[in-house]
């Protein structure tokens, strides 16, 4: 006790009292009694606990855990052996199971590749081919444009010239037959619709421009301020000759008399959209390893996917004659709700009120589609808000024209362009540049195109005018985006900086191809296409490929060498 109270620097007395205060364990006093009498008091003696606490590890506490773990693992394996038994009966009936089975489960696509442009004039260099560099230039931010000077080899343009003149070349635009009238009978479209529809700025009265800025309602001609004037002249569709329809007027006028008039004014090639000939090279496997090596060159020039490249479309071809031409136009059309592209509905099972072919100017092809074989056209309900609701069922009928009156109807549908990918396969003596009107433009407005009778579209009469133009030269490429991010690596909006064209040449002949890379504004969708195209090719090969396939329909433009 006296250490006790000198390590501690207490008195005895305190620890005493303390002692008393929080008494220590004792052994019983029957046990001290037994200790002293024992013989050996010199010797350590093992120590015994003198009682057991009942805590986790007693014997009750560890059976009833076992019980609970048999059990759990019982559950779990009834739970396996039942799914097993269960996929097993379906499995034994191959037809009961696609008919009860759920929906695929559809892969998530990664964010889709987009170069950057940084500045204008901004140059990179990247490997395409094993044995050289390229250079890729940024033209314009808006929109994204690039040129690559030696992207082709003179022998690989001289190839493609060569490959395109052996399949044989069709003129990429016709004018209407017979067939034209009945087709627009079917539409239920009235004069009223029609001219809510044209009326762009909503003040009751036509003007030129907002005519002229539907271009693809002259009957596969490029309409002028000139061609308007004559036109109601003929019709006596503007009494007072001021160039403006009113709405009674518009409604006073047939528009039968308006088809005669279209009808027996004969139509030059310069009247034309476009005034060129075309036909399709085969990029597929077994294609001519040239083709196939471009394509693959594309595919590391985009970034893309393997998928989304390979399911686009085949190479087009393009010569441009002296007096050839092709007006501005965008290479893909806007996304909305309400339309679908007719070779996704059929894969993702889809209903919507409007299906079009997805392109807003599809490759053309040497006939007109009968009546209700391109799509159906449903009454047009105007009770809708003015705004992107009108100018939606405007894009489709304008789409519906196009396709009716330009015969450039594919017997493939085809998805959106998300990109262009424009080749020049020689040097053209004279015109034949590449402009974009509104490049780079720090806005834009569909009808600031057409002012004081400028037509900035008009590449025949106003190429000039245009903000950006590239010169053909053999072996280059330019490539730009035809769509703007969504903000989440997908499509969005359209770029309607896009807007280029073919202009005029003047002298000597001029060659392009184009790839267009083709991706569903829809996501799930462009990821059930891929899948689904996988499995046929899995299964079968591009023979089981089915009617609606891309490179299915462009099968017989195979060369072989």
């Known amino acids: ?57 007693s014997r009750a506490y560890f059976l009833v855990l076992m019980v609970f ?117 079917t539409m239920q479209v009235s004069q009223l619709d029609l001219f809510r529809l044209l009326d762009q700025n909503h003040d009751g009265r036509l003007q030129l421009r907002e005519v002229l800025a539907q271009t693809r309602l002259g009957n596969g001609r490029w309409m002028t301020p000139e061609n308007i004037q004559e036109m109601y002249s003929a019709i006596k569709a503007d009494p007072d000759g001021d160039g403006v329809l009113s709405l009674q007027e518009f409604s006073n006028m047939d528009l039968r008399d308006f088809h005669k008039y279209m009808r027996s004014h004969k139509a030059e090639s310069s009247e034309l959209v476009r005034n060129s000939h075309h036909t399709w090279l085969y990029q597929g496997e077994g294609a001519h390893h040239v083709m196939r090596a471009i394509r693959q060159r594309v595919l590391r020039l985009t970034r893309l996917s393997p998928e ?118 020689n040097n053209v003596t004279g015109g034949g540049e590449t402009v974009f009107p509104v490049a780079d433009n720090r806005t834009y407005d569909e009808m600031s195109l057409i002012q004081d009778d400028v037509d900035l579209r008009d590449t025949r009469r106003h190429c000039d005018k245009g903000n950006l133009r590239v010169k053909p030269r053999q072996g280059t490429a330019v490539f730009w985006y035809n769509y703007l991010p969504d903000g989440q690596g997908w499509v969005g909006d359209v770029d309607d900086y896009s807007l280029h064209g073919g202009c005029l040449v003047t002298r000597g002949t001029k060659w392009i191809a184009n790839n267009w890379i083709n991706v569903d504004p829809s996501r799930a969708r462009q990821a059930l296409f891929q899948q689904e195209m996988a499995r046929l090719a899995r299964e079968g090969g591009a023979d089981s490929q089915p009617e609606w396939a891309l490179d299915r329909a462009y099968s017989d433009a195979r060369v072989e060498l």
Request: hydrophobic letters at 35%; a negative charge; charged letters at 20%.
């Open 1 to 57: 006790m006296a250490a006790a109270a000198a390590a501690t620097g207490l008195r005895p007395e305190a620890v005493v009292a303390d002692e008393a205060a929080n008494p220590q364990w004792a052994p019983p006093e029957h046990s001290l009694v037994g200790a002293a009498t024992q013989p050996g008091d010199d010797q350590d003696a093992p120590v015994r606990p003198l009682c057991k606490p009942r805590g986790i590890c």
């Open 69 to 185: 773990v048999h059990l759990y693992l019982g559950n779990v394996l009834a739970l396996l052996l039942f799914v097993h038994y269960s996929n097993g009966d379906e499995s034994t009936d191959p037809g009961s199971q696609r008919r009860t089975q759920s929906p695929r489960p559809v892969s998530t696509l990664g964010p889709l590749a987009r170069l950057e442009g940084i500045k204008v004039g901004y140059e990179r260099k990247v490997q395409l081919v094993t044995d050289r560099d390229h250079f890729i230039r940024t033209l314009s931010l808006k929109p994204l444009l690039f040129e690559i000077p030696g992207f082709l080899s003179d022998e690989e343009c001289r190839l493609i010239i060569h490959l395109a003149q052996m399949k044989g070349l069709q003129r990429s635009q016709i004018l209407p037959t017979e067939e034209y009238e009945e087709a627009m009978s």
């Open 308 to 425: 989304i490249v390979e399911l686009s479309e085949p190479l087009q071809v393009v010569r441009y004659g002296e007096g050839g031409h092709y007006h501005a136009h965008v290479d893909s059309g806007p996304v909305y709700p309400e339309t679908i592209c007719s070779h996704t509905k059929l894969v993702a099972n889809e209903s919507v009120p409007f299906e079009t072919s997805c392109r807003q100017v599809p490759p053309g092809l040497s006939s007109i589609p009968k009546p209700n074989t391109l799509m159906t056209l449903q009454p047009i309900p105007m009770d809708l808000p003015l705004g992107i609701g009108s100018g939606m069922h405007l894009a489709i009928l304008v789409n519906l024209w196009e396709c009716l009156q330009l015969g450039t109807r594919s017997e493939a549908p085809l998805p959106y362009s998300y990109m262009t990918v424009l080749f020049y396969l």
